[in-house]
Each structure stands twice: as structure tokens, then as C-alpha cells.
């Protein structure tokens, strides 16, 4: 079994990832695409690209001839699935074997079986990995599964035999629920794949989800690469996972590990493959199933062990031989976070849009493998993982640290993601503690919402003015007003911003050419200090303290981030608001109207507060009223005359101090 030439039929960043090793290696490569992928980094990454068909994946990434005619185009001798997609199908392994290639993963019986909770239950059973008792018959029958119940007791999960990211899983707690939750896994099973066969488990109390990973090759050799904790879940599917399990000592370890091979070993496992259990809080640990395919999480692995498991998977698909078990060991602790374009304030609910910034951290232990570029387009069509960071240290506090940072560092800009979510759960005690379950999203963090704390905004708000006066793209002085019009400190240079229903308004002024500045932030004057760094960087020097910006502007839009995380900036229309003008001291018109009365006339002195003009606007007459004591020295209105919002009426000198 010898090739050179490897077709990654994925997209993403797996396809990314596979296509990495296999240039490695020295493999030729092949990628395949869809419309909405023409342009994407995987097909970048590869030496050719074939087109398979439009967006939606039936129509493309699942349309298993155009995938094996794309590989006899190429002339590509053997295919990686990566994961999803047809990555766990065994009508695919079996075309590909058909035409003659090479499917770098298990053999299709082995995906055949294990696609099936049903079956891969009874055959761990037979072989004594521990199953989570429940009911894995054929006799689907209501009264079959609900006598079955009383056995299994309460509460109890409804699983889809056929299923799968933790679609049609129903937790049952009292006998009287289970015929609706029957009926409704039943419909929910079969609409999404084709099979409505149901499984009963007894739900595991403080649940952990551990999992081991496995590698098989093809004379008889299973080894484990030890295990990961992958509890840190939201709708049953993993956003956060490490490696070493916080839960586990190693006399723990070692007999989870064992059972994992003892499974790898009764399937004849052939290629990379995951054993998922299910941990109690007694330590005892039940099979749920085995995912025969590189799991998105497999870079905790690698981490720890050094291993590039995509090699492993491409060389024992060539007949390689694996390395014994002793000789496979860990150092130190790894993390991974699940980068989501989702709404994590909005019941994660997938987002879109382009991404304006995209510059992936770096540094020491610091892994990032990403999907997208600066400019990606993040559509419906698939699954809204943007990239996954994955931190290495000594130790499980120094993974930590390095993940914070590196979320810290990380510029995503353009999408809404669950970033903030991911520091949220970092920084959360039971998570730093290592004692969470698989409740511990909606334990503690279900009323999760974003939060920016009014002091960072309002930097945020000076960082997006300043980095516009820098610019000059600033707004002028307001037309009419001679240079050096001195009537208010502040003068009327002032960038109004909206952040959702917030309004933020930050008047300056130059304090030198320099990049010194005078800004008032929440009624306080402060000293500021600003230069750009690059095109969109930004240093700020605010009351002492500096920090860097990354300004992004998009038409209206600043998208503005610091080390704290970041924020979108609606430059506010430039209409002048009433109480914008408030700062001009009643010298300019806060609307447009019709000047009723001029009250005074040139040179005359005026008292702070003294009626200067009368406008109607809006069908009420309001006042203008003079900011300070001084001398009028110039009126550029007459009664009866309209007047356009913004418009100088009068110019009162200021006393000299
Ligand atoms: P899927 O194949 O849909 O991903 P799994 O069987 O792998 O479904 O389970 C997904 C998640 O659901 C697990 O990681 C765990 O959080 C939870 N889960 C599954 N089975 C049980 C159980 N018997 N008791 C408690 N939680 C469970």
C-alpha cells in the first residue's frame, strides 16, 4: 500500500490541518471545494483544487461521487475525511475502497458498527467494557421500552441509535414523560438520520466526559494516547477540552486507558479513533462510543505527547507499524478552546458576516489551527467553528495562563464569537479548580450575557475618536467658526458614538501637535496621549496608564479591541443632539428653525446665562443662553431667518481670566 498524493475531502480548518501534515510528510495534495469555498484557505493550502458543487453540503462536501471522481481527476490515491461530513460513513469507505483508494481511517465495517449506539453498546458489553446500563434491543416497541425504563430507572436519556452531536438527546426524570419523549426522539431521530431506532441510558449524575484516544494499525497493534476531558459543554457538544483529566489519578487513568484499548482491540481498530466514557463522581466510568475518525479535539493529544497524529493516521493507512505502548509517553498539561462564530449571549446561536481582523496569536506553547483568513466570509452553510487554540505548559496552570493570554492576544473582529464566553469560563473558580461536570455551563454561567464595564468602553470610545483625529479623518471645526474660536475649552470637536443603546459622547482637544490631547470621559477632563502604530494600531495614554488599540474601521463602523476584549462603535450621525451643544455654550443652533428674536447686538457685555437668542424648532421656542460672562462679538443671524442645525448664531468672547 504505497501513495503519494492525498485528497482531503473537508474544508476548514481540519482540512487546513490535514493538509499541513501531509506537505510534511512530502505528500502531493488535493483539496476540494464548494462554491461558497472557492476562495477559501484550504484550497489555498493545496497543491490542486477541485470543485465539487454549490454551497450546501448535500450538494457538495457530501456527494460521495463527486468527491471519488475529484480524487481520478487528480490522480490522488488515497483520502483523508478529516471529521463530519463523510467521515463516519461506511457507504463512503466502501466507494472509495471500490475505486480503488485509499481510505485513511478505519475500515467500513468497524464505521459501520460504531455509527450505531445500539450495536456498539452490545459489543463493548460482550467484550466487559463497562456500558451505562440502559436498553439497546431491537424490540422498539413502547411497552418493550417503557418496562425496559423501570429497570434502567429515572432519570433516563432517550438517544437516537443513529445519532450523533448530541442531536435527538432527551433527558426523561418521571415514568409519565416517556411516551411523549419517545415519540418526540423518535421523529426528531428520524427526520435526521433516516432511522428512528432508540436507545434508553440511565443519566449518569455529575457527569464527566473523558475520552481516550486510540490508534490502531494493520497487523493487530491498538495503543492508547491517553485520555481527555472534554465536560466542558454546551448543548452536548464540547467547546472546551484538556489533557490530563483533572478527574483522573493514574490508577484511574490506567484502567480507563486499558478499557479504551481493550475496545480499540474488539473492533480489529485500524487508524486514529476516540473511545468516549462517561466519568461519575464515584469514579466509576461507563462506554458511550466510539468515534471513528479524528476528533476536533485531537491537538490536546499532540501536545502532550508529541505525536502528529494525522501522520500516524496517514502512515498506518500505508501499513505502517505503530510504536509500542511504552514508548508513547506525556509531558506537562494541554487545553484547547473551541473558537465559535456564535452568540453566546443569544443561546449560541450561529453567527455570520466577514472577518474584518484576523491575526492569530503566537508565542510559547501557543498552537492555533484556524479555517479562515482576514476577509472570510463565515456563511450558513457549515459548521461555525472559526479555529481552535490550543495551549501547552509544564503544568495545568501555565496551560491556563497561555490560554488567557492567547485569547487575550487573539484579534477576531468582524463576527460575533464566543471569546468572552471562553475567558468567562477560564476564569471561573470551578473550572480553575478542575471540579467541573457537564453542568457546569448552565450550572454556572446560563445567564451568561456580554458585558463591557463602563470604564473600557469609554477608552474604547477615546481610542476610536483619537485614532480618527490622528487620521484626519476628524470632523471639522463646525462651519461658520473662526480658527482659534476660543468660546469653551472644549470647543465643539467631539465624536459621538453608539454602542447598542449607549450613546457616548467624547469632546477633545489638541493639546500640542504632538498627539497630546484633552478629552472629557464621563464629565472628567483628562490628559491623553495618543500615536498610531500602523495601520490600525493605536497607542492611548490615558491618565498615566498606556494601552494598545486595534481600530478597525468599517464604513460608520469602529471596531475597536485592547487586551480586554473589544467592542463595535456606531459613529453617531452628525447631527448636532441639544445636549451636544450644550458644550458650545447656546451659541449655535442645537436644530434646525427659524430664528424668533435676536436678543442682543455687538459689543455689548453679557452675564453667564443671559438669553442671547430666541429659535423655534420642533413647534416650541427655546432659548439660547449665553455659557460664560463676556462680550459678544459677532452675530450671524437675523430674526425670521431659518437656520440649519449646527449654525453659529453668536459669538461671545470669553472674559480673560
Ligand atoms: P452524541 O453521539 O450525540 O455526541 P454522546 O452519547 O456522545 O452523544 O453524548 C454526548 C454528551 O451527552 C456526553 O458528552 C455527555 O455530556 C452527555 N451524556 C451522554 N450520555 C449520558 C448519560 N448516560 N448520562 C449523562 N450524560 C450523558
Redesign the pocket.
Known sequence: MFFDKVLVANRGEIACRVLRTCRDLGLATVAVYSDADADAPHVAAADEAVRLGPAPPAESYLKVAAVIEAARRTGAQAIHPGYGFLAENAAFVEACEAAGLVFIGPRAETVRAMGD?ASARRLMAERGVPV?PGYDGEDQRDETLMAAALTVGYPL?V?ASA?????G?NVVRRPEDLGDALAQARRLAKAAFGDDRLIL????AL?R?VEVQILGDRHGQVVHVFERE??V?RR?QKIIEESPSPALDDALRARLCEAGVTAGQALGYQGAGTV?F?LDATGAF?F??VNTRLQVEHPVTEAITGLDLVAWQIKVACGGRLPPQDAIARKGHAMECRLYAEDPGGGFLPATGRLLEWAPPEGPGVRVDAGVVEGSEVGIHYDPLLAKLITHGPDRDTALWRMLGALRRLGCQGVTTNRDFLVAVLRHPAFRAGTYT?HFIPDHLGGWAPQVRPAILGRRAVAATLFEVLAGQGRGPVPGLRPGWRNNPFGPEQREWLVGEQRLRIPYRATDGAGGFEVILDGRALAARAHREGDRGLALELSGVTRRFVVVVDGNRRLVRDADGQSVLVAAPRFPEAEAIDDMGGCVAPMPGKVVRVLVAPEQTVAKGQALVILEAMKMEQMLQAPHAGTVTDVRCEEGAQVDAGAVLVVVEAEAE
Not at 441510558?201 to 449518569?204: A, G, L, N, Q, S
Open positions: 449506539k451505562v436519556l438517544k445519532g450523533g452531536g448530541g442531536k438527546m441510558e440511565k443519566y449518569v457527569p466526559h472534554c465536560s459543554q452536548f468516549e462517561i461507563y458511550l462510543e457537564t
